[in-house]
């Protein structure tokens, strides 16, 4: 049992003298870059005076390859004191039974660990040598790499919003169409029959595929015939973006399309929460989601809700 423990206390030492050489001191000037260890490693090429480390160079590796002989080295000479002491120990033993058996246990102990020291290396080593040898741990730069709608816009600059170009992916170089986007100030480029904003670029050609300039300018949108379904993107819609100028109606998606907000089912306050930006009163907390007590849950003004009886707002 004691020699147990000064076994354990030595591979403890070794431990620790690892952990303490890692703490160490880091120093860049020009270009190179100055490792200086707070505690030096005896008997290393590389970590017993400062070190200039130049790219790709294994410091992780170099660093446990130099704790780890340098511990074989210590338990070498310790195991060789401990031989020594044994031996004498059983020299003057005067043929005392127990003294003998005390100094045959220490020299057992003693090669048992200098095995399991130099062994485990031996058999590691014939298990796979990326065990035993450490790599460079560098890692190859990420490829970055542009979207095709992105090489298209490069491409293409100034394609007109919906006219086709073929060209090849940035991706998976394979055939691409690329569609136009252009259009003029006010207006934007958007799928036809779709509040979706055209996509750009398609890695199949679709024929159905249209896209057009729409307006965006909310004093040319056509609100008195057409309310909220004037609402020429889904962007606009969800954000009312043209409230207090030319619509005063808080408007929401239902099923894609733009309708008025009040009667729209609806699952979630949230659902009901219109970004109205020019009546800060008639923000997202004047709607909510009515949980009727029969029929469809749908939006309504909160103050209407809480007026009437078999109405309830939902509480999220």
């Not at 298990?127 to 491409?155: H, Y």
Request: charged share 20%.
């Amino acid at each position: 049992m004691k020699n147990k423990k000064i076994f354990f206390i030595a591979v403890i030492s070794v431990v620790l003298v690892g952990t303490f050489v890692v703490i160490s001191k880091i120093k860049a000037w020009d270009n190179d870059i100055v490792f200086t260890p707070n505690v030096k490693i005896p008997g290393s090429d590389y970590f017993s005076k400062p070190l200039v480390i130049k790219s790709g160079f294994n410091l992780l590796g170099e660093y446990i390859k130099a704790i780890y002989s340098y511990g074989a080295m210590l338990a070498g000479a310790v195991a060789m004191f401990m031989l020594v002491f044994a031996g004498w120990r059983w020299l003057m033993a005067g043929g005392s039974a127990e003294k003998i058996a005390n100094a045959r246990d220490t020299i057992h102990g003693v090669l048992v660990g200098l095995i399991l020291l130099f062994g485990g290396n031996l058999l590691l080593s014939q298990i796979s040598q990326g065990l035993v040898n450490f790599n460079d741990l560098s890692i190859p730069p990420v490829e970055v790499r542009e979207t095709d709608a992105k090489m298209c816009l490069l491409k293409f600059p100034g394609l007109p919003c919906g006219e086709f170009r073929n060209a090849t992916s940035s991706i998976n170089n394979g055939a691409i169409q690329c569609i136009g986007s252009q259009c003029a100030g006010n207006q934007e480029c958007i799928k036809v029959g779709s509040f979706e904003s055209c996509p750009g670029a398609l890695t199949e050609f679709n024929k159905d595929l249209k896209c057009m300039c729409v307006t965006t300018n909310c004093d040319a949108l056509p609100f008195n015939t057409k309310g909220c379904s004037a609402y020429p993107t889904k962007d606009m819609c969800q954000k009312n973006t043209c409230y207090g100028k030319g619509i005063n109606k808080a408007c929401g998606l239902d099923e894609g399309e733009c309708h008025d907000l009040e009667g729209i089912d609806c699952d979630t306050n949230e659902m009901c929460a219109p970004d109205l930006d020019e009546n800060p009163k008639d923000g997202s907390s004047d709607y909510c989601c009515d949980k009727e007590s029969w029929g469809l849950d749908e939006c309504e003004r909160r103050e209407w809700v809480n007026k009437n009886d078999g109405h309830e707002c939902y509480r999220y």
